[in-house]
């Protein structure tokens, strides 16, 4: 690996470091002007060092690399390690880290200073569960991960915020408790939690000793996960959470830390780990089409917009797993690409929803309305995404889902990929809803004068947006890529 | 008796894990996750797991004081009328009832097939010692550690620093 590779490697957990010490370091009235820089830096340079190592590997013709983050420790010691899809949600991460940071300047007042720390522990804590490559050092991440979520949501100290942490937190530590609890039936059986290591262990898990005990184990790690990931019938915190956090909180939150402390763990345990567990597999099929179904009805019922979006979220991570439990290439590269587009219209939608608070001073739709003409770069990058989180072509949430659903039709679950394809029109009912009575139609009383948000808020539309449209148009491109590599 | 202790505390460390999740009382809600993770303390204990067991009271005591000090300086006196609070407790008065049942039930079959658990398999056993385990292959837990306490610290300044506002 070449010096530049290495250092380029480090910025993913050294920078964000960096930064809450410079922004503790300098002087308080210097940190409150620029503490907000720091942090778009970093979710800057985060993707374009995604973006570098992604190239370096492609043109050394690798598909991974190890890294140590003090010292070489050699062989059996836990390490980071980057591929093809870390990099794509380091990438994310940094996108929506930025966006937050975009939005935080009009809607955090006072707390930018407190939100850039909490924000940078927050990123530390996602790169490293994107990172590593051992069960337990995910299990501290994810801590780490909850932790400052938990604090960020109460940020404003409020009732409503308190009470959504709290839950958050809750239910945070409940599934961290049967997560570490699988963890120690899986070691027992397998002496190291490394994934390589795990999964080689779990080759023949049927002639293990004692198969109930692995069962135990499969079984309390994915309810762990499933209520980190938020999906039904665990999915009791997170629309309290999102709707109770700060707006510039809530698009980090939906935008990458559900999917990151739930949905990518269960991806990697799927693609890494229980390679060879079918039953792990199946269950989280039905897990998926239950979230898929269940959360796009429910959105159809609520009456705030980060509800909504809540409920949404919910849905369209079924999605992503679903396409992870088909146990294929394509549905696999259908979930990492449809986790991709979901960080990139859920959190176009979150700044949309914050735009909209911050000109109105409200979320309830039924208090809102004829917003399109006053605040057009909202309006249209709203519906841009919805149309995309429907799955309508040629926007980027279209192809994914396509393969996730051509996944589900190859395992032989015809219904059920019937199901995830008229769940779409759900999606596209509760979004429609959304529209229409937050953008269209006559300007509600009171509302006359509102005008569009500029600056942070209205850049990070745009750019979402504008990455929403391009990944759709360019789409093709990529599967022919992906049909060049044998990959699909 | 080494399973039957530890299948007791797993049916312990389910059972405080829903109360937890249903507790409309944050302060009791914390009580129970304390008892969830001790139980789940022991039961990594039981298993000859000895530092897994410590760290997690160690991470666990540590997380659960600062919900403690979150809920108790940072919520009002509960004001949610009383025939709510009733209505929530006659909702979930048979809970604790079924989890009883429940538990004693899955003891009771254990004994009976005389069920026990498998030992942990060799590597899982290698003699190491907590320095070697600590700094030579848990180095990516260190910068976690460090992370944690920080993250922790940020938390005090947040909820504590700039006073209350509730």
Known sequence: MSAGMEFVLLTFMGLPLLMVLLNNLLKKEIAQKICLSLGIIAGIVQMAAAVFVFASLKAAGQTEADFSQFWDLGVGASRFSVDFFSLLVLFCIGMVITAGFLTAGKTLGDKKFNFTNLAMILLLGMNGIALVTDLFSLYVFLEITGVASFVMISLNKEGDGIEGAFKYLVMSAIATVFILGGLAFLFMQSGSLQYGDVAAALSDWQYAEQPALLIAGFVLVLVGFSIKSGVMPFHGWLPDAYQSAPAAVSVILGGIVTKMAGVYALLRLTADIFVNVPVFNQILMLLAIVSIVLGAVAAITQTDFKRILAYSSISQIGYILLGASCGSAVGLIGAMLHFFNHATFKTTLFVNSAAVEIATGTTEIEKLGGLQEKMPVTGVSSILAFLSTAGIPPLAGFWSKLLIIIAAWQTGNVFIAGLALFASIFTAAYFLRLQRCVFFGPAVEGLEDTKEVTGGVCLSSLALSAITVGFGLLFPALLLFLQGQGLI | MTTFIIVLCLVVMVGFAISAAMLRSMLKSAVSLAAMSAALAVILYMMGAIWAALFELSVCVGLITVVFISAISLTTPDRRDEAHAADHRRRFAALPF?????????????????????????????????????????????????????????????????????
Not at chain 2, 102 to 108: K, Q
Not at chain 2, 142 to 160: R, S, T
Request: no cysteine; proline share 3%; charged share 15%.
């Open chain 2, 98 to 166: 079924i989890l009883i049942a429940l538990g004693a039930a899955i003891i009771a079959v254990l004994v009976y097939t005389g069920f026990s658990l498998p030992l942990p398999g060799e590597e899982a056993v290698a003699e190491a010692t907590f320095n070697q385990v600590f700094w030579q292959t848990r180095q990516a837990d260190i910068l976690g550690q460090i992370l944690m306490l920080l993250a922790g610290a940020f938390a005090v300044v947040v909820l504590f620093k700039e006073g209350k506002k509730i």
